[in-house]
């Protein structure tokens, strides 16, 4: 699984955090590698890296949420 890790300052590059969903917080992740590189060019910001140091917390909330997305819309359906 990757997220994007940036860093929001080049002169502290022990400081950054992973890209999160600005309603709920929840990182982003990928399954695969080319769909995270792809979203990471998007974003057209240099301080920004592929990582796979996600921490378990964040992966559980990230499948918690998209297991309830697949819920919703198969009740939709």
Do not use: H
Request: glycine letters at 2%; one cysteine or more; aromatic letters at 12%.
């Amino acid at each position: 699984m990757f997220a994007i890790k940036i860093m929001p300052d080049k002169k502290k590059p022990d400081s950054w955090f992973l890209l999160r969903d600005t309603t709920d917080y929840v990182v982003y992740c990928w399954t695969i590698k080319e769909d995270a590189e792809e979203f990471m060019k998007k974003l057209d910001f240099e301080n920004c890296e592929l990582t796979e140091d996600i921490p378990n917390g964040a992966i559980r909330r990230f499948n918690e949420r998209r297991d309830a997305q697949k819920l919703e819309r198969e009740k939709n359906s």
